[in-house]
T-cell receptor, first 114, second 114 residues
Framework: ETGVTQTPRHLVMGMTNKKSLKCEQHLGHNAMYWYKQSAKKPLELMFVYSLEERVENNSVPSRFSPECPNSSHLFLHLHTLQPEDSALYLC?????????????FGDGTRLSIL | GQQVMQIPQYQHVQEGEDFTTYCNSSTTLSNIQWYKQRPGGHPVFLIQLVKSGEVKKQKRLTFQFGEAKKNSSLHITATQTTDVGTYFCAGPLYSGAGSYQLTFGKGTKLSVIP
């Protein structure tokens, strides 16, 4: 039990589908993150949220749309993805954005684009 | 720009041999963190070093933070097959507006040959 729960664990979708990834943290943290992990780029930061406000978007294509309705929940909405978007998507949380404490990761969603 | 660099990218060792991975930052860090990701798993926090020259041990793992707080190392003595995985270092780099981004190195993938 990591305290960070991601669903679904696996997702296969076509390029025209719309799906959403969900992340929930039970640690009372104020910051949440989306990472993309593939063989080519081990840990690629996508989005950072602090107290439900997006503070960083690392040049992520608009086909990825994050949503943070409250400090415990984070979503990643997917639309018209490309085959190169197949990867492991990891959610993480930390107490704050000061980088003084660890990040806690969920198990990830393994995404395959057909 | 600021970055955290890690070498080597891959390391294959015979079971029982020692293993070391090195981490370097372009700037002084307030702390350095180490994570381990088992195959098929997610990054799991191992340890955090804060003080200049600090050395911490966890069983066969020895973590070191450099005197200048810009480099770190993880040394595993007498590797076992359970040590297989990717080891990431991470340090907080200033990202502007008073916040820091925990920046991960690209990781060292350790394979242990039985």
């Amino acid at each position: 039990e990591t305290g960070v729960t991601q669903t679904p664990r696996h997702l296969v979708m076509g390029m025209t589908n719309k799906k959403s990834l969900k992340c929930e943290q039970h640690l009372g943290h104020n910051a949440m993150y989306w990472y993309k992990q593939s063989a080519k780029k081990p840990l690629e930061l996508m989005f950072v949220y602090s107290l439900e406000e997006r503070v960083e978007n690392n040049s992520v294509p608009s086909r990825f749309s994050p949503e943070c309705p409250n400090s415990s929940h984070l979503f990643l909405h997917l639309h018209t993805l490309q085959p190169e978007d197949s990867a492991l998507y990891l959610c993480a949380s930390s107490l704050d954005l000061l980088g003084t404490g660890p990040q806690h990761f969920g198990d990830g969603t393994r995404l395959s684009i057909l | 720009g600021q970055q955290v660099m890690q070498i080597p990218q891959y390391q294959h060792v015979q079971e029982g041999e020692d293993f070391t991975t090195y981490c370097n930052s372009s700037t002084t860090l307030s702390n350095i963190q180490w994570y381990k990701q088992r195959p098929g798993g997610h990054p799991v926090f191992l340890i955090q070093l804060v003080k200049s020259g600090e050395v911490k041990k966890q069983k066969r793992l020895t973590f070191q933070f450099g005197e200048a707080k810009k480099n770190s190392s993880l040394h595993i003595t007498a590797t076992q097959t359970t040590d297989v995985g990717t080891y990431f270092c991470a340090g907080p780099l200033y990202s502007g507006a008073g916040s820091y981004q925990l920046t991960f190195g690209k990781g060292t993938k350790l394979s242990v040959i039985p």
